[in-house]
Each structure stands twice: as C-alpha cells, then as structure tokens.
C-alpha cells in the first residue's frame, strides 16, 4: 500500500499532525515552529489543519434513534455461523457424492487396468459352428463322380439338421458382470441420489 | 469503581445473562452508534451496524479476555461498517470509500449554541461542521476509520492502534493524510466561497455604476 511509503509532501503533513496533537519533542517543535515563522504556506496550511481537527472534535453526537438491546430470545438463538441440523445434512450429503463419485472412477480405472481375460464364454460358441456341407461329401460332386449316389459316412452321421439348417449361431448367453462394474455402478447411483438430495434440501 | 462494576456486568453476561449485558449496551451504544454513522453516513445503516455489533459481542463475549471491553466493542463496530460497506460494494454503483449517505441535517444532528455564542457564530460552526462531515465522508475508509476515531471520538493514536489491530506509524500516516485531505477541501472550499462572494461585489460595483 501506498499510504505507508511518506513523500517531502507527507512528511510536512504528517509534522503538521503531531504538532496540532502536540506530540512533537521539545526539540522538534522548536524547530518547526520556526519553520512556520518563515514559512507562510507551511503555516497556512498547519494552521488550517487545526481548525479542522477543532471543527472535527466539536462535530454533534446524534441520538441513535433506539436503543440496541439483545432480547433474550434473540440471545437464545444459535450463532449464525454455528452448524445447524440442516446445515450439517447438507454438508454430509456433498461429502457422501463427492465419496461415491470418487468411487465411481476409482472402480472404472480398476476395472480398465485389470489384466484382460481369455476369451469369453460365448465365443467359442460361435466360432465352433456345425458345417453345412462337410469337405469329404462334396468333393465327388467337384470330380463330376455322380456322388450323389453314395454320400459319405461323416455326412450320413452329420444330424439332419446340420445339413440342412442356415449358419446362424445359436444366441449367446450373457456375459456375466463383473463385482467391480457393479460396485460402480452402485457407486455411480448413490452419487446421483445423494447430489440430488443435497441439492433439494 | 465503575471499572469494577463494568467487570462485574461482563462477567455476568460470560455466564450468560442478557440483563447485564444490556447494562453495557446502554453505556456504550450512543458511542457505537455515532461511530458507524459518521463512518458509513447513514443513519439506519449505522443503526443496522451498532444493533449487529452488539449481537456479535454478545455472541461472542466468552471470546473477551480482559483489556478494554469499549476497544473491543470499537473494534466490532468498525468490523460491521466494514463489512456494511462491502455489501454495499456488491451494487456496482458503490465502492468501498463510498459512503452509504451523505451528511444532511439528520446525520449532524442539533448543533446547540455554546454560552456566549452568537447565532451568527452558531451558522457557521454549523456549516462548517456540515462540510467537515460530507468531507470525512469522502474519504478513504481505511482513513476515516482512523479520523472519525482520533478526531471525532478523541481516541489517541495508541488506543486506534489497538481498536483496529494496526501499527501505530500506519495510524499516523492515515490520520496526517485524512487531516491533509480534509484540509485541502476545507481550503478549496473557502477559496470558492471567497471568489464566489469577491464576484457578487464585483457584479454588485458594476450594476452600481
């Protein structure tokens, strides 16, 4: 702050303030006494600043207009900045989000970092699919052999079915979740109610 | 004695009764009052800011370990102006120098006459105390803080140090720099109220001739 560095201005000002209070040393006022003697603005202004403080010091003290009395009902109020009942479930349920948030991404990253496993369930299901016309049976028909005759015996064994049937996989089972998903999941709800419930108090 | 009984009352509104605490609410309110309002220039916000401290005190006066209590209330009420005049700063026509008043006749109060004092005498202190007042107002509030209290309430720069938790050179410095302002203006203003009054003589002596 600029108001504690004094300037030449500042210092003359700030002589003229202890002398009106007589705070000067006997020395110093002697001194600046003497400045004023031969000074005529320096004394105008001293001068004027005595009159000021006079004037400041005579200024009328105004009735208040009632008296400020602390009603003891007042009194028996809580403090303002004491924590009240609402207050405090408030806060509890921001703590609470901000918990259960940062258990949702805590359990997301978790379940990103941890090693990936070997294929699931369902695949082979899919890889591993009947087929329609098994090698052996149509390579007769590829020679122009008539082996439409005499089928094979891997294609006489093949169900009916398969011979027959389109490819479309059967459908494949749910993956089950894993705890860490559903602990995030969970996680990620708790937040919302308890951000919502913070929210609406 | 008084000091004794002054002990005695804080003492018992430690304990917790509000009687006495009302005790002291009636000594001190008439100065906590004139401070906040020649410190914000409002009556009913003065008003708000003596009512406000006291409740803080009240509050607050298990936190009161001995010194002066009126320093301690002092230093309450020009925390509630503070913070009087922040909310207001909140408007954006207002800053925190800005006063929430002016210095009318109601924020002046009576000026009585003094005995010998003649009416004409009476007018002028009364419209100098009118531009003293509007000139503390236009201060800066860290200034007329220090101002209103070493010159207005007659508080030495010691006791202004302590109420307003700052070192005693940054007292000095403020109150040499509120006085200077206060004087310019004072100075500006007799030199207009010169002018203005040599040009109506002037007019006058030329109308004359």
Sequence with gaps: MSEETPT???????????????????????????????????????LATRVVVQQARRLPQVAPPRHFFIQPTTAAQPKPDAPTPRRSAQRFMRWAAALMAAAFVSLLMVDALRPSETLPLAQPAML?????????????????????????????????????????????APAPLHPLRVGAGLALALALVLTLLAWRR | MEAEHEADLIRQAQRGSVSAFNELVLRYEALLFNVALRILGDTAAAAEAA???????????????????????????????????????????????????????????????????????????????????????????????VLVLCDVHGFSYEDVAEITRTALGTVKSRLSRARAKLRDKLLAEAELLESGMRLEHERGDANSV
Excluded at chain 1, 18 to 25: E, F, I, N
Excluded at chain 2, 58 to 74: E, Y
């Design chain 1, 128 to 172: 591993v699919q009947p087929m329609a016309t098994p090698p052996e049976a149509s390579l007769p028909d590829a020679l122009g052999r008539g082996g439409a005759a005499e089928p094979s015996m891997q294609a006489l064994a093949a169900p009916k079915e398969a011979q027959t049937a389109p490819t479309m996989p059967p459908p494949a």
């Design chain 1, 8 to 46: 030449v201005f500042d210092a003359d000002d700030a002589l003229i303030s202890a002398w009106v209070d007589g705070r000067l040393s006997e020395a110093e006022r002697a001194g600046f006494e003497a400045r004023l003697s031969r000074e005529p603005e320096l004394r105008r202004r001293a």
């Design chain 2, 51 to 145: 009512q406000e401290a006291f409740l803080s005190a009240f509050t607050h006066i298990k936190d009161f370990h001995g010194g002066s209590f009126k320093h301690w209330l002092l230093r309450i009420v020009t925390n509630a102006c503070y913070n009087a005049l922040r909310y207001a700063q909140r408007r954006p026509a207002l800053s925190l120098d800005q006063p929430l008043g002016e210095a009318s006749a109601e924020t002046l109060g009576d000026v009585t006459p003094a005995p010998g004092e003649t009416p004409e005498e009476v007018a002028l202190r009364r419209d100098l105390g009118r531009l003293i007042a509007q000139a503390v107002l236009a201060l800066p509030v860290e200034q007329r803080v």
